[in-house]
């Protein structure tokens, strides 16, 4: 916004003068994306925790049930499913168990990726629980 090209005036003056419609729009998809994370992981990952959030389409999911170290758990999801997380260790050492996702997508991709994320966690849980039997 400071300094923008040709390009972004004419496309800031046409969101910030016709846009409200679709951003109203974009809001309740987000919301309906939130739920239907909400609802997948009670119902299909409940060692899972979703933090409530009023104000993002980037989710915390708490995995402490699982594991202390999301990193390695996100790295261990995209090698195993190719689906990209971040690991909330970035914002901290408070964020260690946790995991943020992305849900600003069409809700086809976002259930796939929670399909990949379900994948991804039961196939950590095994092997975390073979390589701890083994110990």
């Known amino acids: 916004m400071a300094e923008p090209n040709a390009f972004a005036v004419e496309a800031a003056i046409a969101a910030f003068t016709f846009g409200e419609t679709w951003l109203n729009e974009l809001r309740l998809y987000l919301e309906g ?3 239907a994370v909400k609802k997948f992981i009670e119902s299909e990952l409940p060692e899972l925790y979703l933090v409530p959030s009023h104000a993002t389409y980037l989710m915390w999911i708490d995995c402490r049930r699982v594991t202390e170290d999301a990193t390695w758990l996100c790295q261990f999801i995209r090698k195993e499913t190719g689906l990209y997380l971040s690991a909330g260790s970035a914002y901290g050492e408070n964020g260690m168990s946790f995991v943020r996702m992305n849900i600003a997508c069409p809700r086809e991709r976002l259930e796939e990726g ?3 994320l379900k994948k991804g966690i039961e196939l950590y849980e095994r092997v975390y629980r ?3 039997k083994n110990k």
């Open 33 to 35: 994306n939130k739920q």
């Open 114 to 116: 929670m399909q990949r």
């Open 130 to 132: 073979k390589e701890e």
